[in-house]
């Protein structure tokens, strides 16, 4: 962050939620809404820094997923200058991820299609701070019948930890991978061994969500 200032891409913005919603113009990609630039040429009289943002530009930053296939958007219209340290004094997702991997050297990223709208935002943080820029591939996410994920917040039913071999094996076929019949029967270490062995990464599904019964 401290490097991002220095360079003159962040800046202090003094607005707040509802500020944010009683000027945006239009919804952001990810279902937010896209910050208006209201503190981008500096912060109104009287007030004070609540959050850091990223500058951004109309510049299309794209992408070819592995599994999703080629993803551009334009900061500035489908997202606008997004925050780096939030008004709660910790640092977003968006930077933290980024840093993150960095960090870690990683050069292959693969998680779930829900977070393949934030990528381009991390790929322009990579080109401000100098990082390099790894592969991704997002998987689909499991979803129910309303196109929602399965999570806590849409009442999915848990994993069971009592049938974990069988909830294992249900991921790798969900994930396109052939488990034959019965390996539900083996071993969580065994089934990893199949795994390990069997992985068809060109069987994956080529969509960002799957319907589960």
Known sequence: LDELKRD???????????????????????????????????????????????????????????????????LEDDVGDFVLLRADGLFAYQLAVTVDDAFQDISSVVRGADLIASTPRQIWLQRCLGFATPEYAHLPVAANAAG????????????????????????LRFLGQPAPVGLENSSVGEIWVWAKANWDFAAIPRRPTIAVP
């Not at 910050?35 to 530009?57: E, F, Q």
């Not at 930890?161 to 249900?170: Q, Y």
């Open 148 to 171: 929602e994920k399965l999570s806590k917040q849409t009442r999915a039913a848990p994993l069971r930890t009592d049938r974990a071999a069988a909830e294992l094996v249900g991921a």
């Open 8 to 74: 003159r891409l962040a800046y202090g913005c003094a607005c707040s939620r509802k500020e944010i919603a009683d000027s945006a113009r239009h919804a952001a990609v990810d279902g937010g809404l896209a910050y208006p630039g209201t503190c981008r040429h500096g912060l109104p009289p009287g007030r004070a820094v609540r959050a850091w943002r990223l500058r951004v530009n109309d510049e299309e930053i794209a992408f070819d997923d592995r599994l999703q296939g080629r993803v551009a958007q334009c």
